[in-house]
């Protein structure tokens, strides 16, 4: 048996003597007193008993015998700014920034949202809280107030960091507003709105809730915070994630799970060492930015870079197709994660950049995110000459659920699929309809996860254990197994691929959207009687959002100016509501949409027709021609 298929099947028949051993990795308080409880599935708890924190493991046990090595490289090409954190600097400011929630009120347990760009103030509040033991929720800085206050009501944070802006291609987005309506929208208000103040944006205080950042800094300058110590199956944080519904779901984590599964996905997956830099272009706003820009690289006592900005744009503001590299080469980047998307803009630069720069220290570069594909897959291996290594997983698993482990032996990738299953996971492919397993090579079914879970993986929904088993663990008939709803195939070596998935979620440049949350937004227009959204294959950002709206009044029918301008409005709204990101790339108006006989819309359909497929069995349909007026939209 290879080495890997060893080392897999003991985590999977002896989970226990396994995980005990990964412990290892990180530094406990108290030890666990048990290592796996997983006697009321699905839910699993890890290293029960045992005490620890994750601040303390990624910042102050690396202090002794690397204080002074950098621990947070700050790179922002929107501000043109540059800054190094050494561990000992990284220490003092997240002391500081505890000290400053501290006095907020912020206590164990509480939450604090984190409504941030990417810059370094961001990291500090995360592991300020891990180290006081509130649960940061950290919401990505693109979303707009609609977003924003579900979360906000959903998460009930005492205080809220945030900033005066993010910016992106040299475009200042001001956060105060955004913030201002989705306090206002929500029926819960924070306590106490902390502001970092970057001088982008003018921002309007609230006397008695808002507090300027730099004031109460500058009061706790030499504060000294020790770490809280928590039990392993303490909540660390919460992140919202999109599924089927309209309303986001909060993935919940623990702590010493996490802080396990990190480590070890550190060491055994993107082979990153102690000293090193690590190199993810993702953002804290998901959950890659959490697992692999904060908490995984600090945990090895990696360098981290956090980086703002465009990859097409450099430090002094001037395109610059080459800025990534450079960082490369600069920090000697041994290992480097980014997704697909960001790749298939880097191929409409000059290939040459990639030759320019010495990039001898990277050792390898992980994408992950989408479904990678091949033209794009092989046009960075060849320009960097470095191993590419696709890895699947989503916000609930927290770390790669199929890859392969290079750090316990070097395997070889298949363009096209991410890998096989990584240690602690049991895939398994069943049939849609009757959960059966299809053990056959190039059967397809759904890829789902069978209990216990590994470390790391959610605990359950926020504040919703009844959702977390009815959503993840009840989808498949006959069986209280963990649904990923993606589609997948196994082939004869056991690799695996993904084939997209089997719920309404459209993936655009990586990113997850709920058509629902969409086509909420948009019924919310006065002049909108109906609408579906659906994800259409995109040559760039993988998918992007399409609507079809029934209007109320015909106009945008018949008159190109009509649907114009309700088109326009349209996606202001959806912008304004969640963000720009969620923006359907078009938006078409028809007299009806295709719906089953008991009313149900046919959005794969639709789909499948967008993107010049069969839309296939179209008998349980109640008005063919809706979906043959869209097929003549589309001509
Ligand atoms: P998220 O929770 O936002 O990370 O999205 C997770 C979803 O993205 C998965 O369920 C897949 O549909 C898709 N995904 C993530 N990584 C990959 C990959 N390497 N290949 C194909 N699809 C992926």
Request: glycine share 10%; hydrophobic share 35%; no cysteine.
């Given at each position: 048996m290879s080495r890997y298929a060893d080392f897999y099947r003991q985590s999977i028949d002896e989970p226990e003597a396994f995980w005990a051993e990964q412990a290892r990795l990180i530094d406990w308080e108290t030890p666990a007193a048990q290592v796996l409880d997983a006697s009321k599935p699905p839910f699993t708890r890890w290293f029960v008993g045992g005490r620890t924190n994750l601040c303390h493991n990624a910042v102050d046990r690396h202090l002794a015998a690397r204080g002074d090595q950098p621990a947070l490289v700050f790179v922002s090409t929107e501000t043109g700014v540059e800054r190094n954190y050494?561990?000992?600097?990284?220490?003092?400011?997240?002391?500081?920034?505890a000290a400053s929630l501290i006095a907020l009120g912020v206590g164990r347990g509480d939450r604090v949202l984190v409504y941030m760009p990417m810059i370094p103030e961001a990291a500090f509040a995360m592991l300020a809280c891990a180290r006081i033991g509130a649960i940061h929720c950290v919401?990505?800085?693109?979303?707009?107030?609609?977003?924003?206050?579900?979360?906000?009501?959903?998460?009930?944070?005492?205080?809220?960091?945030?900033a005066d802006a993010g910016s992106r291609g040299g475009k200042v987005l001001a956060y105060k507003p955004l913030l201002d309506e989705a306090i206002r929208l929500s029926a819960h208000k924070p306590d106490a709105v902390l502001l970092v103040d970057r001088g982008l944006a003018p921002m309007a205080l609230t006397e008695g809730r808002d507090h300027l950042a730099a004031a109460l800094l500058a009061q706790h300058r030499d504060a000294e915070v020790p770490c809280t110590w928590l039990e392993s199956t303490e909540i660390s944080y919460t992140i919202y994630t999109s599924g089927t519904t309209?309303?986001?779901?909060?993935?919940?984590?623990?702590?010493?799970?996490?802080?396990?599964?990190?480590?070890?996905?550190?060491?055994?997956?993107f082979d990153g060492r102690a000293g090193e830099t690590y190199f993810s272009t993702s953002d804290i706003g998901w959950v890659v930015g959490h697992s692999y820009i904060v908490y995984g690289p600090l945990i090895a006592g990696m360098a981290t870079i956090m980086y703002e900005g465009l990859p097409t744009r450099g430090l002094d503001r001037q395109p610059d197709g080459g800025i990534w590299w450079r960082l490369v080469e600069k920090y000697k980047v041994?290992?480097?994660?980014?997704a697909p998307t960001a790749v298939r803009v880097l191929k409409k630069q000059d290939p040459a950049l990639l030759k320019k720069y010495d990039l001898s220290s990277l050792r390898a570069l992980f994408l992950a995110g989408e479904p990678l594909d091949e033209p794009t897959g092989r046009w960075i291996a060849d320009g960097l000459g470095v191993p590419i290594i696709d890895n699947y997983w989503q916000t609930e698993s927290g770390w790669p659920i199929l890859t392969v482990a290079n750090g316990v032996e070097p395997m070889p990738s298949k363009f096209g699929s991410p890998g096989i299953p990584m240690y602690g996971y049991k895939v398994k492919i069943l049939h849609e309809a009757t959960g059966e397993e299809l053990t056959g090579a190039n059967e397809k079914g759904v890829v789902a996860i069978e209990g216990p879970t590994p470390p790391g993986f959610m605990q359950t929904v926020w504040r919703d254990d009844a959702r977390f088993v009815d959503t993840y663990w009840k989808s498949v008939p006959g069986k209280l197994v963990y649904s990923t709803f993606d589609w997948g195939i196994r082939d004869?070596?056991?690799y695996y691929y993904i084939l997209g998935r089997t719920d309404d979620v459209i993936n655009v440049a990586g990113h997850r959207l709920g058509?629902?949350?969409?086509?909420?937004?948009?019924?919310?227009?006065?002049?909108?009687a109906e609408v579906a959204v659906v994800g259409v294959a995109d040559d760039l950002k993988g998918q992007v959002a399409m609507a079809f709206v029934v209007p109320k009044d015909g106009a945008a029918l018949t008159d190109a100016a009509a649907a114009l301008a309700l088109e326009g409005e349209i996606m202001q709204r959806v912008a304004g509501d969640l963000g720009a990101l969620a923006r359907p790339a078009r938006v078409r108006f028809v007299g009806a949409l295709p719906k089953t006989r008991s009313g149900k819309l046919l959005r794969r359909a639709i789909q499948a027709v967008c993107e010049r497929r069969d839309p296939g069995d179209l008998t349980t349909m109640d008005d063919p021609a809706a979906l043959q007026q869209i097929r003549h939209l589309l001509a």
């Open positions: 050494s561990f000992r600097e990284l220490h003092d400011e997240v002391q500081r920034t919401v990505f800085g693109g979303f707009a107030s609609g977003s924003l206050a579900s979360r906000i009501e959903d998460a009930t944070p005492k205080l809220i960091v945030s309209g309303r986001p779901k909060g993935v919940q984590r623990d702590t010493g799970g996490y802080a396990v599964a990190l480590a070890a996905s550190m060491k055994h997956i041994t290992v480097m994660f980014s004869e070596d056991g058509s629902r949350e969409i086509e909420e937004s948009i019924s919310g227009h006065p002049n909108v």
